[in-house]
C-alpha cells in the first residue's frame, strides 16, 4: 500500500501527462527538493533548490552518530523518479561517503534504485528514502559500476527479500582483486560506524559482456534498459535508459560541475563510449551523471567532459612525442582552463599519468 505522500504525488502525474519532453520537465517544476532529510544533521545542510541544470552545489553534512533511519536530501526528477545529490567532494568526515549521486523510480509493481551510495549506513538512509515515499518494495538494485561511492552501499539493500543485483561483468574482476581490498579498509579506517555490516555483493544479474549490449528490465508497466557501455570508467560501466520517461542515467561516462577520474578506464573506450551515446540516444530528455546535477539537452556537460579528455590526450601524446619522462610529462601537463573546477587538484595529476601510461605502448 502506497504512503499518502506517494499517493499525492501520483495525482501530480495526471496533471503533468498533458504536457511532453523537456518543457514538460520544466512546466512541472521537476527537479525541485522534495525533502532535506531526517535526523539531527538535517539543519547543517546547504542544499540547491533544485537539481536540474542548477550551477548551485550541494553540501550535505552527516554525522557519525546520524541514525540509520534518518532519510537523506532527495530531489524529484520527474514522475515518480528521484535522485540523491551527492557533495561534490572526495570522501571525508563531513559527508561520510555521499559524494555520488544515486536514485529511484517508483512503479506499479515495485521500486528501481539505481546505485547504492557509498557505505552500508548510507544503503540504509537510501532505503528509509524510499520508504518515505512508498511502500511498493525494491525490486532491483542497478550498480552502474564497482567504485565505492556508487556500490558501498549495497550490502543494505542486498540484505532485503526479493531485491536482485544488476551489474556488470567486470564487478567479479573488481571484488576479487587487492584495489577492492585495500578501498574497503581504507573506508573503515576513515568511517567505522558507517562501514559496519560491509559485505561484498556480487550482482545477481549480468549486462552481456559485449560492449553497448542491453540487458532490459520490465517492471510494473515501466521499461530499463541498461547498456553495458565499457571499461571507460571502472572495471565495467553501465549506463541506465528509462524508456517510457525519456532518461538516461549515465553514470561517471559524463562529469558535471567537477573533473572527472580516469585511473580504473581507458580514455580511448571513454571517448568511444560517448560517439555511441550520442548516436542512440537522440531523443533523450534528461541526462543524470553520477556526479553533479541533472541536465537537459543539449547536455553540455557532455562536452565538457569529452574536451577535457581530449585536451589531456593530446598533451599526454605531445609529451611522449617529445620523449619526455613520465615525472616531467605529467608536471607539464596544467589545463589552466580546467585549474577552477572541483577536484582538479586531486584528480588531474593522476588522470595524466594514466593517460600517458595509456599511450606510451603506441611509440614502442
Request: proline letters at 6%.
Amino acid at each position: 500500500m502506497d504512503t499518502p505522500l506517494y499517493t499525492a504525488r501520483r495525482s501530480w502525474v495526471l496533471m503533468a501527462a498533458l504536457l511532453t519532453g523537456a518543457t514538460a520537465l520544466a512546466a512541472a517544476g521537476y527537479g525541485g527538493l522534495v525533502d532535506r532529510g531526517g535526523g539531527a544533521g538535517a539543519a547543517r545542510h546547504t542544499l540547491p533548490a533544485h537539481a536540474i541544470d542548477t550551477p548551485v552545489l550541494p553540501h550535505t553534512r552527516l554525522g557519525a552518530d546520524d541514525s540509520p533511519d534518518d532519510t537523506l536530501p532527495f530531489y524529484r526528477l520527474a514522475p515518480d523518479t528521484y535522485f540523491f545529490y551527492g557533495n561534490i567532494a572526495t570522501i571525508d568526515a563531513d559527508n561520510r561517503g555521499f559524494n555520488g549521486n544515486a536514485g529511484f523510480v517508483v512503479t506499479d509493481a515495485g521500486v528501481v534504485v539505481i546505485d547504492a551510495l557509498g557505505t552500508p549506513r548510507l544503503g540504509q538512509r537510501l532505503i528509509a528514502t524510499v520508504r518515505s515515499v512508498t511502500d511498493q518494495p525494491i525490486r532491483y538494485l542497478i550498480l552502474t559500476h564497482n567504485h565505492p561511492d556508487h556500490a558501498y552501499g549495497a550490502s543494505a539493500l542486498h540484505a532485503l527479500d526479493g531485491v536482485q543485483v544488476v551489474g556488470h561483468p567486470g564487478m567479479a574482476e573488481y571484488l576479487g582483486s587487492p584495489t577492492f581490498e585495500q578501498s574497503v579498509e581504507y573506508r573503515r579506517g576513515l568511517l567505522p560506524q558507517d562501514m559496519v555490516g560491509f559485505t561484498a555483493v556480487a550482482p545477481d544479474l549480468l549486462v552481456p559482456a559485449e560492449t553497448f549490449g542491453r540487458l532490459r528490465l520490465e517492471l510494473g508497466g515501466r521499461t530499463f534498459d541498461v547498456y553495458n557501455s565499457g571499461r571507460h570508467h571502472s572495471h565495467g560501466d553501465l549506463v541506465v535508459h528509462q524508456v517510457e520517461d525519456g532518461i538516461l542515467w549515465v553514470s561517471d561516462l559524463a562529469f558535471n560541475q567537477r573533473v572527472t577520474y580516469i585511473g580504473d578506464g581507458h580514455s580511448a573506450a571513454l571517448l568511444a563510449a560517448h560517439d555511441w551515446l550520442q548516436k542512440t540516444f537522440g531523443d533523450i530528455r534528461l541526462m543524470v551523471p553520477g556526479h553533479g546535477s541533472a541536465q537537459r539537452p543539449p547536455f553540455p556537460m557532455l562536452a565538457a567532459t569529452r574536451a577535457y579528455v581530449e585536451g589531456l590526450r593530446a598533451r599526454m601524446r605531445q609529451q611522449l612525442e617529445a620523449d619526455r619522462s613520465l615525472q616531467d610529462a605529467v608536471a607539464a601537463a596544467a589545463m589552466p582552463d580546467w585549474a577552477q573546477v572541483p577536484l582538479y587538484e586531486e584528480n588531474h595529476r593522476a588522470n595524466a599519468s594514466f593517460i600517458y601510461r595509456e599511450l606510451e605502448p603506441e611509440f614502442f
